[in-house]
């Protein structure tokens, strides 16, 4: 994954807490309600040590467009989030047995 910043870009693989906060411009504290709501799935024990894969990056920044962009609140970031999954897996599917 590239992380842009002005004209930086780095190649990660994980982020921190403080990390994909920064990364989100949101709070620390919104990025714990999305693990809790079970949104993200960090790797790690405590918020202290939890890293976050790039699909959890992207579902963060998609997670901040819903809040937002939509005024969605976290329940309903995570139903859309897991709709738009089984849709995209869904149409990979129908794909497949085209081909």
């Given amino acids: 994954m590239k992380l842009a910043d002005?004209?930086?870009i780095e190649i990660i693989e994980t982020l921190s807490l403080?990390?994909?906060s920064?990364?989100?411009h949101v709070q620390a504290e919104?990025?714990?309600s999305l693990v809790d709501y079970?949104?993200?799935?960090?790797?790690g024990a405590d918020a202290g040590d939890w890293r976050f894969t790039p699909?959890?990056?992207l579902r963060a920044r998609?997670?901040?467009r819903l809040t937002h962009d939509l005024g969605l609140n976290l329940a309903g970031v995570a139903l859309v989030l897991d709709l738009i999954e089984e849709r995209d897996a869904l149409a990979r599917?129908?794909?497949q047995l085209a081909h």
């Fill in 30 to 32: 919104w990025v714990v």
């Fill in 38 to 43: 079970g949104v993200l799935d960090p790797l």
């Fill in 18 to 20: 403080g990390e994909l």
């Fill in 55 to 57: 699909p959890n990056v």
């Fill in 6 to 8: 002005s004209d930086h």
């Fill in 62 to 64: 998609k997670a901040r």
């Fill in 22 to 24: 920064h990364f989100c």
């Fill in 93 to 95: 599917k129908l794909a």
